[in-house]
């Protein structure tokens, strides 16, 4: 199976910015598409950011396009998030995903799971 082990959370003020790890382990030949989600409170579990893993080709949500990167290490088998100018609407607990498949939008769809690192964002 996958292990996905998420590290780089924390607290930061509105303007700054965080780095997001993903690690992969086991049978990682199963992910083709790596995808950070987010999930506030109360609300449903986002898609954020992909990246195809063997074409180093990304997409992401509107609400994050131009403050945040994706980004992989293949000999680490580690996946990034590189957020920047950050913004009290993007705390949530951030959780890093793989899939089996390519440009997959919903959580239902993937496969492999982190288990999650909250970001807080101060206004």
């Known amino acids: 199976q996958v292990q996905l082990v998420e590290t780089g959370g924390g607290l930061v003020q509105a303007g700054g910015s965080l780095r997001l790890s993903c690690a992969a382990s086991g049978r990682t030949s199963s992910i083709n598409t790596m995808a950070w989600f987010r999930q506030a409170p109360g609300k449903e579990r986002e898609f954020v950011a992909g990246?195809?893993?063997?074409?180093?080709?990304?997409y992401y949500a509107d609400s994050v396009k131009d403050r945040f990167t994706i980004s992989r290490d293949n000999a680490k088998n580690t996946g990034y998030l590189q957020m920047n100018s950050l913004k009290p609407e993007d705390t949530a607990v951030y959780y890093c995903a793989g899939d089996r498949n390519y440009w997959r939008r919903s959580a239902y769809d993937y496969d492999f799971w982190g288990q999650g690192t909250q970001v807080t964002v101060s206004s």
């Open positions: 990246i195809i893993w063997n074409g180093d080709r990304t």
